[in-house]
């Protein structure tokens, strides 16, 4: 849940320093007014709408992703040195059972390795490397969704910016040299609304994409190695012999 706290810590603070951009001018003046923030993002029309529905759907896999892509579920503490204490022995029935009780890849992989010793070492090794990449493979393709929603959320965003110039500029050809120059800042303003929001959401999802890519990929290197460790006890005992 860190990770959650992080991810709106974020989006707060990116918040909180546009609000310090936004009113270092008006600091100095005292006729500034505060701005209402809720009231300026919906400003931004069906884009802002789209945009906080957005953050809205990266939070809910940024929370999958944290419930999945935890040690237990891949590479449990401790579960390898369990299996190598009965590898090592070749009681292969004892490393099936413990591997069966544990609902992880690594329990997978030793429950597969443990019903086909029988076969030759490179034909097993080949099927547990097939079995990691796809596990890795599966897990990335999880992850795509924070990568998308990272790439459209700037883009959304610049597309609010540009219907509100476009409105901003249809504002000044009406009123011609009459017009206030306040309105033309105020739509302005409404513009680029959109493209804080968009950056805002973008940034925390691309952040967490890397972060939950590189997890997974740690995840499998240990996997590699705690395969390595227990294929070579189980189908090489003569190693641990000597």
Known sequence: MKIIGSFFVFQAFGLYSSLLFAQGPLIESEAAGSIDWVAEVFKGGFVSVILILVAFTSVVFLIERILVVRAKNFVPRGLTAKLFVHARKSHFGEVEAIASKSNSTLGEIATYISQHTHLP??????????????MVSRQNQRNYPLAVIATLSPLLGLLGTIIGMIESFQ????????????????????????????????????ATYHFFKSRINSFGIQLEEAVDQLMASWLHPEEDSK
């Open 121 to 134: 070492f490179e034909i097993l090794s080949f099927g547990v490397a097939d079995m990691i990449s796809r």
């Open 171 to 206: 504002k000044v050809a009406l009123m011609g040299d009459t017009g206030d120059a306040s309105i033309l800042a105020d739509s302005i303003g409404k513009a680029l609304i959109t493209t804080a929001l968009g950056l805002m959401v973008a940034i925390p999802s691309l």
